[in-house]
């Protein structure tokens, strides 16, 4: 067996077991991050005296039968954004070179506490503001299903370090779909939890009112392991996945200039969840598209007035297409920004009375498949466009504050997303490990 593209549970199990050490994990990670054509474009950078120290530390309390959950000894990468003792931490972009924080970020920390070992920091969007995973004033790591494809984005180097058996599970960080793109685009399954349910401190913002931390990883067991140790609880019980769910596909929106391939994916998906006993509904409930007229209201605004002065005083540092979505909000007045989430707080309560009594929505995670890195950086007309249209799905969970999860249909670069009710992170992780059984 391939330990190393093993599911970080199964890591778990092993160690366990006594069949791998986490030292030898380690090792063998680090070495093939350092060996492979393509870590220098995945890690921004590897932290290996702390993989090491934190991997002995497994290994004895593995030996004296002091593990300190499924997870203890598991090797994981970490998004750029997230700090980390004594590490830069730099979030993709030239204007935070140098950057090292003096301690890790409250999830790191709880993380390290509970076992797991840092490999290193994953290579990212610049500031996390693209979907697309494109970046070249650091580096732009790539799909690991085809090099030349765009890899997803922002957590581009966190999806990309699990795909390629470079880490058994990455932690991302998702504003409008950072998480479930790039895992979607790389066959893996991206867990974003609704916003808040995870400590923020220490994680380096984009838009507060919509950044998330979560898991992007092999299987649903593994993201409700990581999800439970982000929030320092026990993971919920996934042996016995329900049947007969409630499912609710999400019409209208998430189908308008849909592409061919993640149509077909998650049409094909849904029959086998049907043909598994789920029951589906159709709906196209209209807060929705209300709610997707007031992004350039509510996301753009946040993010230029988080990172305007750094932004100012160096704009020549960033990458073109991003510095104007950034700037897209420096016009927007306070009393339409105020206005709009009034809009929103109306829209989100109009969502929960319409869904109550659904276990989840499903919709394709992305309307669209990962477009050439070439002509993303050759056209950028056309880098604007695919940006916008591969975030559209996964921006509603996000603006309506929900948890998602995108996993794989078997279709290249397909997924499938289920969105939950606010705060219902436990049981969308129940149901979409249903879901995964039915898709297999």
């Known amino acids: ?22 030292l030898g994990q ?51 990468s970490w998004k750029d954004n ?62 690991s299903i085809d090099p030349a494809l765009a890899p997803g984005g922002s957590s581009s180097g966190a999806a990309v370090s699990v795909a390629l058996g470079l880490a058994a599970a990455a932690i991302g960080s998702d504003t409008g779909g950072s998480i479930r793109v790039p895992a979607a685009w790389n066959g893996l399954v991206g867990f974003k939890p609704t916003t808040g349910a995870v400590r923020s401190d220490g994680v380096l913002p984009l838009c507060r009112q919509f950044d998330v931390a979560g898991p992007i990883a092999r299987t ?34 998430p189908f308008d200039d849909a592409r061919e391939g993640p149509v077909a994916g998650f049409e094909d998906a849904l029959r086998r969840l049907a043909a598994a006993g789920m029951r589906i509904t159709h709906a196209a409930p209209p807060c929705v598209a209300e709610a997707m007229a007031l992004s350039p209201t509510l996301f753009a605004p946040e993010a230029y007035g988080i990172w305007r002065d750094q932004i100012e005083d160096a704009p020549e540092l960033m990458y073109p297409p991003i510095l104007e979505r950034f700037r897209g909000g420096k016009d927007v007045l306070a009393a339409d920004y105020v206005a709009g989430w009034e809009e929103l707080h109306r829209l989100r309560a109009d969502w929960q009375r319409l869904v109550a009594g659904f276990d989840a929505v499903v919709l394709p995670t992305a309307p669209i498949l990962p477009p050439a890195v070439d002509r993303l950086l ?17 921006r509603i969970g996000n603006l309506l504050g929900l ?34 059984a039915a898709l297999r």
């Not at 970080?8 to 791998?20: D, K």
């Not at 924080?101 to 996390?128: F, N, Q, S, W, Y």
């Not at 050759?378 to 996964?394: C, D, G, H, I, Y």
Request: proline letters at 6%.
């Open 1 to 22: 067996m391939d330990w190393l593209k093993a599911s970080a549970a199964e890591q778990g199990r092993a160690i366990l077991a006594g069949l791998i050490s986490p």
């Open 26 to 76: 380690v090792e063998a990670y680090l070495d093939a991050a350092g060996r492979h054509p393509y870590g220098r474009r995945i890690y921004a950078r590897l932290t290996p005296e702390r993989a090491r120290a934190e991997a002995v530390a497994a290994h004895d309390r593995a030996r004296a039968g002091l593990r300190r959950g499924l997870l203890d000894g598991v090797a994981i």
């Open 82 to 143: 997230i700090d980390s003792a004594g590490t830069a931490t730099e979030a993709g972009s030239r204007l935070l070179a140098g950057r090292t924080p003096e301690r890790d970020a409250a999830i790191l920390a709880g993380a390290t506490l509970d076992g797991l070992v840092c490999l290193g920091k994953t290579h990212m969007t610049e500031l996390a503001f693209s979907g697309l995973g494109v970046n070249p004033m650091t580096a732009t790591p790539p799909n």
């Open 220 to 253: 649903v067991e593994d993201c409700a392991e990581l999800f439970a140790v982000l929030r320092g609880e026990p993971a919920p019980d996934l042996t016995e996945p329900p049947r007969g769910l409630r499912l609710m596909v999400l019409e209208g929106v």
């Open 378 to 394: 050759s056209e950028p007309e056309f880098f604007a466009r695919e940006n916008l249209l591969t975030l559209r799905n996964t």
């Open 403 to 436: 948890p998602a999860i995108s996993l794989p249909t078997g279709h290249h670069a397909c997924g499938i997303m289920l969105m939950g009710c606010a705060g219902g992170d436990r049981a969308l992780l129940v149901a979409a490990s249903a879901a995964e």
